[in-house]
């Protein structure tokens, strides 16, 4: 079974393969399909986003399509910045420039509210239309300052619950046991399994 993840971000194709390497499909990516068109991410919800990017690149490829919005919610913000997670500092923003302004913003905030989740939600979107959704969460905190080099987004500044290290400090083995992609990924691999077995 051929799957496309409707990505072109290295670091998140390298963490689903990751986790889905033990299945018995293939993995493709936009950079397969250079005719597929950037999708905008304009929905008010992760799993708007998630099925809206789906939903097209089964349409432009012909196969299934798999993509995946998630984002960091701080409870004391709002939940921000929520779906605006990855323009947080704005539209060009990089990763450092959005997480300056995330601790920037919770620069007063006590230690006991600085409470948040990671949230991912993924769409797996089939040829014909049809759409499966799966969510996953990982509850944590945000640190006053950077630590580590590993991961990417927010990750040097997300402490998963129960843990003294970020996101950044643990290898990509630690991070994928504790992570929301990989709670989401553990719904989608179990419907995986199933559809496998139908082929």
Not at 21 to 26: I, K, L, Q
Request: proline fraction near 4%; hydrophobic fraction near 40%.
């Amino acid at each position: 079974m051929e799957i496309v993840l409707a990505t072109r971000n290295l670091k998140k194709v390298e963490e689903i393969n990751r986790i889905l390497g033990d299945m018995e499909v293939t993995l493709l990516t936009l950079n397969d399909f250079p005719s597929c068109p950037e999708v905008e991410e304009d929905a008010d919800t992760f799993e708007g986003n998630a099925s809206k990017k789906a939903v097209e690149i089964a349409r432009c490829t012909g196969k299934t399509a798999l993509a995946d919005d998630s984002g960091l919610e701080v409870y004391a913000l709002d939940n921000a910045p929520g779906i605006r997670s990855a323009r947080y500092a704005g539209d060009n923003a990089k990763d450092i420039d959005n997480i300056n302004k995330l601790l920037s913003e919770m620069d007063r905030l006590p230690d006991d509210r600085r409470g948040c989740r990671f949230v991912c939600c993924i769409a797996l979107a089939f040829p014909d239309g049809e759409v499966i959704k799966f969510s996953g969460f990982a509850e944590g905190s945000i640190s006053r300052e950077m630590h580590g080099r590993m991961g990417f987004g927010y990750d040097p500044v997300f402490y998963p619950a129960g843990h003294t290290r970020t996101f950044a400090e643990m290898s990509p083995g630690e991070k994928d046991a504790l992570s929301h992609r990989r709670a989401a990924l553990e719904k989608l691999k179990s419907c995986l399994k199933i559809l496998l077995f139908k082929i």
